[in-house]
T-cell receptor, first 115, second 115 residues
Framework: AQTVTQSQPEMSVQEAETVTLSCTYDTSENNYYLFWYKQPPSRQMILVIRQEAYKQQNATENRFSVNFQKAAKSFSLKISDSQLGDTAMYFCAFKRTGANSKLTFGKGITLSVRP | GAGVSQTPSNKVTEKGKYVELRCDPISGHTALYWYRQSLGQGPEFLIYFQGTGAADDSGLPNDRFFAVRPEGSVSTLKIQRTERGDSAVYLC?????????????FGPGTRLLVL
């Protein structure tokens, strides 16, 4: 079974600064997908960024980028130029390839952006 | 276009009652997923449908939980003899199909409170 660990329950960052959210996972699979989802108080989970394990290049989406270390099973999210609207819970998630499409989530981290 | 919608947004019931939670996926999406999110936790997989059939129901906690998707679109999660431990946010997600590269789009969830 796969497990996803987010060991930091909360983080805080000053507006316009950079913050990194950590995630580690455990799997015996070689090919898989990793995701970061954002959940604001409205509860709606929004996909922030995704990474395919077979791709060595780290994914980037505007101010969001990941540091994917496959051997270390580490998948951190870096948010640059933090904005007040980035305040939310962030979840790291894992998905196997193949027929089973379910997502396995970590416990999440609460990020607060201070003005 | 319209996203995933869920009704009701909030549901309060008494222990022992029966509840139904509804999910309307994005039009044309053949895969539909149910997750349960307890307070302070990440979402946990319950069941997923590919079309009308339940492709994986391994996450349903016991036989009080049941889900249907009779026409391959709207899905209903049914909980019999509710218990206080069933209190959680129930999230629904859909994707175009249950393939490797498909992104799951989430609804806003139904917050269930069992008194």
């Amino acid at each position: 079974a796969q497990t996803v660990t987010q060991s930091q329950p909360e983080m805080s960052v000053q507006e316009a600064e950079t913050v990194t959210l950590s995630c580690t996972y455990d799997t015996s699979e070689n090919n898989y997908y990793l995701f970061w989802y954002k959940q604001p108080p409205s509860r709606q989970m929004i996909l922030v960024i995704r990474q395919e394990a077979y791709k060595q290049q780290n994914a980037t989406e505007n101010r969001f980028s990941v540091n994917f270390q496959k051997a270390a099973k580490s998948f951190s999210l870096k948010i640059s130029d933090s904005q007040l609207g980035d305040t939310a819970m962030y979840f790291c998630a894992f998905k196997r390839t193949g027929a089973n499409s379910k997502l396995t989530f970590g416990k999440g981290i609460t990020l607060s952006v201070r003005p | 276009g319209a996203g995933v919608s869920q009704t009701p947004s909030n549901k309060v019931t008494e222990k022992g009652k029966y509840v139904e939670l509804r999910c309307d996926p994005i039009s044309g999406h053949t895969a539909l997923y149910w997750y349960r999110q307890s307070l302070g936790q990440g979402p946990e997989f319950l069941i997923y449908f590919q079309g009308t059939g339940a492709a994986d129901d391994s996450g349903l906690p016991n036989d009080r939980f049941f889900a249907v998707r009779p026409e391959g679109s709207v899905s209903t999660l049914k909980i019999q003899r509710t218990e206080r431990g069933d209190s959680a946010v129930y999230l629904c997600a859909s994707s175009r199909q249950a393939g490797d590269s498909e992104t799951q789009y989430f609804g806003p969830g139904t917050r269930l409170l069992v008194l």
